[in-house]
T-cell receptor, first 113, second 111 residues
């Protein structure tokens, strides 16, 4: 079955520390891949996306993500976290044969001073 | 562009009442999606439209839920009658094919 997995329900990091949020998918072919962020009480905002080409993609707010075909992963990273990065992060996948988004269950990020 | 617009932002109603949520997609987008978000179930796709035509409504929980898109700039999600378990945040998103852009959501509370 097709699925998107975010193994970490909740992560806590110190401000200034590096961050990596994990995302794995299971599809037959390389899908389109997305990361969204949701601040409390807000809608989902697109951070970055990967369709093809360079496997390291840059997004807004200093985030980047790397697509690794061999691991079926699309992990989100940030070298130095800011307190304002505290939010819920969703990985999403669109099979390249369709239009429907499949979202992971989300990772809640807490940033401590 | 103003982005995806949803109204109302908050709705509190009593069980049994009809609720109508509204969405205005980004101009030029030909896909529109309705999602529901709860703590227990996360983000669920309810239904999506392409060129105003419903394509997949398999996520609509039951017959109490209905969605329409009478034109390219407006969609509604209706719940009749509403129940407490319908309490959630309902998001609308629009797309021109590859990336979805979300509205701010409607927080629905059914007492």
């Amino acid at each position: 079955a097709q699925s998107v997995t975010q193994p970490d329900i909740h992560i806590t990091v110190s401000e200034g520390a590096s961050l990596e949020l994990r995302c794995n998918y299971s599809y037959g072919a390389t899908p389109y891949l997305f990361w969204y962020v949701q601040s409390p009480g807000q809608g989902l905002q697109l951070l970055l996306k990967y369709f093809s080409g360079d496997t390291l993609v840059q997004g807004i707010k200093g985030f980047e993500a790397e697509f690794k075909r061999s691991q079926s992963s699309f992990n989100l990273r940030k070298p130095s976290v800011h307190w304002s990065d505290a939010a819920e992060y969703f990985c999403a996948v669109v099979p390249n044969t369709g239009n429907q988004f499949y979202f992971g269950t989300g990772t809640s990020l807490t940033v401590i001073p | 562009d103003a982005g995806v617009i949803q109204s109302p932002r908050h709705e509190v109603t009593e069980m049994g009442q009809e609720v109508t949520l509204r969405c205005k997609p980004i101009s030029g987008h030909d896909y529109l999606f309705w999602y529901r978000q709860t703590m227990m179930r996360g983000l669920e796709l309810l239904i999506y439209f392409n060129n105003n035509v419903p394509i997949d409504d398999s996520g609509m929980p039951e017959d109490r839920f209905s969605a329409k898109m009478p034109n390219a700039s407006f969609s509604t999600l209706k719940i009749q009658p509403s129940e407490p378990r319908d309490s959630a945040v309902y998001f609308c998103a629009s797309s021109s094919g590859d990336t979805q852009y979300f509205g701010p959501g409607t927080r629905l509370t059914v007492l």
